[in-house]
């Protein structure tokens, strides 16, 4: 069974920290783009980061340039999404997704994505 599990989810303050984890089994991922991506209450699911199978390149949203960092260790089949300086606004569940055969420029795009993960909560308070 081919399974993104995400973790490190929480309520945290404005200004604070968190990293996701999110663990892929069933098959590797060591190959695939990963994204981050999430969705607030009422909102359409939107594009966090991504980065390519070897992690040289790392694409993210204009919303949190500068402030998260998406990054992945293809031995443990893991990717991670660091998450400083956090906003209110940042509140969302977060997803991680595995792009089995991505095209170029398409990173952004939740329909490219073959794999997601259950989601986990970030809270953020003001």
């Known amino acids: 069974q081919v399974q993104l599990v995400e973790s490190g989810g929480g309520l945290v303050q404005a200004g604070g920290s968190l990293r996701l984890s999110c663990a892929g089994s069933g098959r590797t991922f060591s190959t695939d783009r990963m994204g981050w991506f999430r969705q607030a209450p009422g909102k359409a699911r939107e594009f966090v980061a991504a980065?390519?199978?070897?992690?040289?390149?790392?694409y993210y949203a204009n919303s949190v340039k500068g402030r998260f960092t998406i990054a992945r260790d293809n031995a443990k089949n893991t990717v991670y999404l660091q998450m400083n300086s956090l906003k209110p606004e940042d509140t969302a569940v977060y997803y991680c997704?595995?792009?089995?055969?991505?095209?170029?420029?398409?990173?952004?795009?939740?329909?490219?994505?073959?794999?997601w993960g259950q989601g986990t909560q970030v809270t953020v308070s003001s």
């Open positions: 980065t390519n199978w070897s992690g040289t390149s790392t």
């Open positions: 997704a595995a792009d089995s055969h991505p095209l170029a420029g398409r990173y952004a795009l939740a329909s490219e994505y073959d794999y």
